[in-house]
């Protein structure tokens, strides 16, 4: 059995003071292309997905999504996510 899944992640610093949008495309188990909004571009990790990322990231139109997707998917989504949010304070058990 093979198994192919995206994995969007939004990590919140701050509330929604400093947001982080992640993408991982993941085959197998195996990550082969990420992107990360701090970098910008979608970086590979297996030689299909450096041909990937590479692909990608000459595609304005792609990429001007990719890199707004912290605030139409992450800061959209926040309210939502935000009671079932833990802030972590202090040491664990504290």
């Known amino acids: 059995v093979f198994q192919e899944m995206v ?3 939004c990590h919140f ?10 993408e991982r495309y993941i085959y197998n ?6 992107f990360d909004s ?3 571009l979608h970086v590979g990790f297996t030689p299909y997905g450096e041909r990937n990322a590479k692909a990608w990231n000459s595609d ?3 990429m001007e ?3 707004t997707a912290v ?3 992450c800061r959209h989504n926040y309210p939502i996510v935000a009671p079932f949010s833990v802030e972590r304070r202090g040491e664990r058990g504290a």
């Open 13 to 22: 610093t701050n509330g929604t003071e400093k947001v982080r949008f992640v």
């Open 38 to 40: 701090d970098v910008g």
């Open 7 to 9: 994995r969007h992640e």
């Open 29 to 34: 188990w195996q990550t082969w292309v990420i």
């Open 60 to 62: 304005p139109e792609w």
């Open 71 to 73: 605030d139409w998917y």
């Open 65 to 67: 999504q990719q890199r």
